[in-house]
């Protein structure tokens, strides 16, 4: 393998899976010449052939080292490529990279996920690592909103989730016909409802950065300290490993310090347009 | 090799004995010279290539190369070239991939870089070349092009002689002196009745190039003349920074009015971060031929102040071009500390000169901080 950081590996698509009209969740081949395992909340960059290249967190078990499993949403030259490869075609790979969530350290804690969107994507590789891990953790409350009931993503699984006795699932859409019994609103309105101890309770985040920042706000009037919130940032990336400088939030290199920062590290900076 | 003072005066024979020994051990030789009325780096192998008996006048958006009334070979200060585009260079192939049916292959690009010379390097662009090696291979990371060039590079640093209009180095304390970082340093001596360059060693390669070049040993009277041009320049700068906490200072007010009225100036063009020494960002560029066979990656440099820097699917984090100076200011001057220890700015004075509005970085810092000071006595 070659020392330069920058040169992808070839690996196989194992299989591809639509979650949504326009997400899919590929597995792929772990690749021989990654560093590591994939930790929750890391990422790799996908190359496609001729396109380019674009980071994915993992969306799947890390336990899992020999296949990596990513959720992507057609959205973007790259992504829509992404999102169509069948099974034995090829992908470069790069990676993992970043920092992931806090799972060690919030160990004994109480967890509040909140995802918005395809934010549950790199939250569900945390609920993986918890449920494998359950008995380390005191009670978990997952928290998710998305635009509407077609775009439940992981839709069976949540419904799995929600069956245990030790998981709370709450799901809430922005809008939805009369078949929908489920809630109606935002993830920040709902925080004040769930009743949870803010003073033991770690909160990870990920979802449209809009959604972040008004959720951190109901976090922070709930009473959770502002180091134990987590978020899961997203910037431009070109290289992953801190030198291209698209990615910076402050003094953050998101590829390399995060995605997923502290608050009390970007507070600040988060209610601050265009930075 | 700190205490060994081989200080010693060379004459312009000598130096072109020194361009010899370089090139003699396989250095590609790169150092100022004249072309489309600016100095830029350029390859040198005779010291008559160097911008002999010229000087330039810089102010914001002005560039100028004048006469002197003498054969200097360095009475200038720096032009829109540095030394990052040896070591950073603008464009690098990174890798091909060729697909043949199902398979994909991927081929680092070949890199055999010169080993360079660089020859007249200043204070501010020595403390540069530290800056990017922070940035570069200061961290896990590294980045094998940069260090490639870099770990094989020789440096012949100068003390400067003449500041220019936009130079701010000393209140950066950066320069004008040339300090450590170097194989070797030149001061150029120059009288009515002679020309001479004060040469002085900083490395065992440097010592043992010096040890071959025709030379005298450096008297007191040297030594004295070299400091005392060198504080010369010093009194000369251009431009000078606030000396206040740049950093607190800019985190502190970033919804100053101020951002806006820079940015009702600047045109967002990426000059400023073209000609910055330090400036590092890139972005990679694919192509493919169009069979469909081969693909190749390629890095350039890149610029914060493009609308394409901060894409992230469903626009541009920074549109506005306030956002973008702001970015690249407080970057630069603020969290750049926070990243790797040090100031992101030497004092070059390029981003000021380069400028087509001759935006000066040193009069938006003074201007949030004068503005800040006169609120908090009010």
């Known amino acids: ?275 | 090799m700190d205490n060994v003072d081989d200080a010693s005066v060379i004459t312009r024979e000598g130096l072109q004995c020194l361009l010899d020994a370089l090139s003699g051990r396989g250095y590609m030789v790169v150092g100022p010279t004249v072309r489309d009325h600016t100095i830029v780096y350029e390859q040198l192998t005779r010291t008559d290539e160097l911008p002999t008996g010229w000087t330039d006048e810089q102010d914001g958006g002005h560039y100028r190369l004048k006469r002197r009334p003498d054969d200097a070979l360095f009475g200038y200060a720096v032009g829109p070239h540095s030394w990052k585009r040896f070591l950073h260079p603008p464009r690098v192939s990174l890798w091909q991939a060729t697909r043949d049916g199902d398979e994909l292959r991927f081929v680092p690009a070949r890199d055999d870089p010169p080993r360079y010379a660089f020859f007249g390097v200043r204070a501010c662009e020595l403390a540069a070349i530290g800056i990017q090696d922070r940035v570069l291979m200061g961290d896990d990371y590294i980045d094998p092009h940069y260090r490639s060039r870099r770990e094989q590079a020789f440096l012949v640093a100068l003390n400067c002689s003449v500041a220019g209009g936009t130079c701010f180095c000393d209140s950066m304390g950066t320069g004008p002196d040339v300090k450590h970082g170097y194989d070797l340093v030149l001061t150029e001596l120059l009288d009515d009745n002679s020309h001479l360059f004060l040469i002085r060693s900083g490395s065992a390669e440097g010592a043992e190039i010096l040890a071959e070049l025709p030379r005298t040993p450096a008297t007191a009277t040297h030594q004295a003349a070299a400091t005392a041009i060198v504080e010369k320049t010093r009194s000369q700068m251009g431009r000078s920074m606030p000396q206040t906490a740049i950093p607190a200072l800019l985190m502190d007010n970033l919804e100053h009015p101020r951002w806006a009225d820079v940015a009702d100036r600047c045109l967002s063009c990426a000059n400023c971060t073209m000609v910055c020494p330090t400036c590092f960002c890139s972005t990679v560029e694919d192509t493919s031929d169009l069979e469909g066979h081969t693909a190749e990656r390629s890095r350039r440099w890149d610029s914060c102040f493009t609308s394409d820097f901060s894409y992230i699917h469903g626009g541009s984090v920074r549109n506005s071009t306030q956002s973008r100076y702001r970015q690249w200011m407080t970057h630069k001057l603020a969290t750049w500390v926070d990243q790797f220890g040090t100031s992101g700015c030497v004092g070059c004075g390029r981003c000021i000169t380069w400028c087509p509005v001759g935006i000066d970085i040193t009069e938006e810092v003074r201007a949030i901080h004068d503005d800040v000071s006169s609120g908090a006595k009010e």
């Open chain 1, 1 to 275: 393998m070659s020392d330069d950081l920058m040169v992808p590996e070839p690996v196989r698509v194992l299989s591809r899976q639509q979650e949504l009209e326009t997400t899919w969740t590929l597995e792929l081949e772990a690749g021989q010449a990654s560093r590591g395992p994939c930790l929750p909340g890391q990422f790799n960059m996908l190359y496609v052939f001729g396109v380019g290249e674009v980071p994915i967190s993992v969306s799947g078990d890390t336990v899992q080292s020999e296949t990596l499993v990513h959720t992507v949403r057609a959205v973007g030259p790259v992504s829509r490529k992404l999102a169509a490869l069948k099974p034995m075609e090829i992908v470069g790979l790069r990676g993992p990279f970043g920092v992931g969530w806090p799972m060690t350290q919030s160990e004994g804690s109480d967890l509040l996920i909140v995802a918005g969107g395809l934010g549950l994507a790199p939250l569900r590789s945390a609920v993986y690592h918890v449920l494998r891990n359950r008995e380390k953790y005191g009670r978990i409350i997952l928290l998710y909103g998305t635009r509407s009931p077609n775009d439940i993503l992981y839709s069976p699984q949540l419904e799995e989730w929600n069956q245990r006795p030790d998981f709370e699932v709450h799901i809430t859409v922005d809008h939805a016909d009369s078949d929908w019994q489920g809630m109606i609103g935002v993830v920040p309105a709902l925080v004040p409802t769930l009743g949870f101890d803010p003073e033991d309770t770690v909160a990870m985040v990920c979802g449209p950065e809009i959604m972040m920042r008004f959720t951190v706000n109901a976090l922070r009037d709930a009473g959770v300290e502002d180091e134990a919130i987590f978020l899961s940032m997203e910037r431009n990336m070109k290289c992953a490993l801190g030198h291209c400088g698209h990615c910076q939030f402050g003094a953050t290199f998101v590829c390399k310090d995060g995605p997923v920062l502290p608050f009390d590290r970007v507070r600040g900076l988060l209610s601050l347009k265009e930075f």
